[in-house]
Nanobody
Framework: QVHLVESGGGLVQAGGSLTLSCAVSGNIFSISAMGWYRQAPGKQREVVAG???????HYADSVKGRFTISRDNAKNTMALQMNSLKPEDTAVYYCNVRGWASAGNFVDSWGQGTQVTVSS
């Protein structure tokens, strides 16, 4: 079983910054990709940013230039630096990891989510 624990959410004024962190533990032998998703009330979950094992990154158009995703392969952690936050960034943010367990089965796990609220 794989466990993901997010931290760093909170309340911030528009224009402010927050850093989200995600720590991965448990039975995962190899992580191929990690990512951040978010879900605002009444909306579908959407991808925010992703990073591969080789540190290739991709971002949603709405966050390009403001958010930066990073990962530490040695520590199995991931972070999302969020700058110039806007009220429309308000959502529950989820950490996701995809990879392979030691038994060879594919793993696709989610964290419990952390609330980010940006006030205007």
């Amino acid at each position: 079983q794989v466990h993901l624990v997010e931290s760093g959410g909170g309340l911030v004024q528009a224009g402010g910054s927050l850093t989200l962190s995600c720590a991965v533990s448990g039975n995962i032998f190899s992580i191929s990709a990690m990512g951040w998703y978010r879900q605002a009330p009444g909306k579908q979950r959407e991808v925010v940013a992703g990073v591969t094992y080789g540190n290739q990154t991709h971002y949603a158009d709405s966050v390009k230039g403001r958010f930066t995703i990073s990962r530490d392969n040695a520590k199995n952690t991931m972070a999302l630096q969020m700058n110039s936050l806007k009220p429309e960034d308000t959502a529950v943010y989820y950490c996701n990891v995809r990879g392979w367990a030691s038994a060879g089965n594919f793993v696709d796990s989610w964290g419990q989510g952390t609330q980010v609220t940006v006030s205007s």
